[in-house]
């Protein structure tokens, strides 16, 4: 199988307002995917711009999640 990211690591932001503060199920049409990017320091900086337009809704949570390339067999 091809390695899609071409053997680099990337960052994306996702998240939500979550159903409830135990954070296990987003509300339908609240979701959010941010990226992707090529640093952390991108996708946080995303992240942060986000969470503080969203400060005011304890049930909106963002997380800055990495994608890396497959372990070779």
């Known amino acids: 199988m091809n390695d899609p990211l071409n053997g680099r ?6 998240g939500g307002v979550f159903r409830d503060t135990s954070f296990a199920e ?21 992240w942060l711009e986000r969470m503080r337009r969203m400060v005011d ?13 497959a372990p070779k067999p």
């Open 9 to 14: 690591e990337i960052w994306v932001v996702w």
């Open 26 to 46: 987003l509300e339908a049409g609240t979701e959010e995917l941010h990226g992707p990017f090529a640093t952390m320091q991108d996708a946080e900086k995303v």
């Open 57 to 69: 809704i304890a049930s909106h949570r963002l997380f800055v999640l990495r994608a890396m390339p």
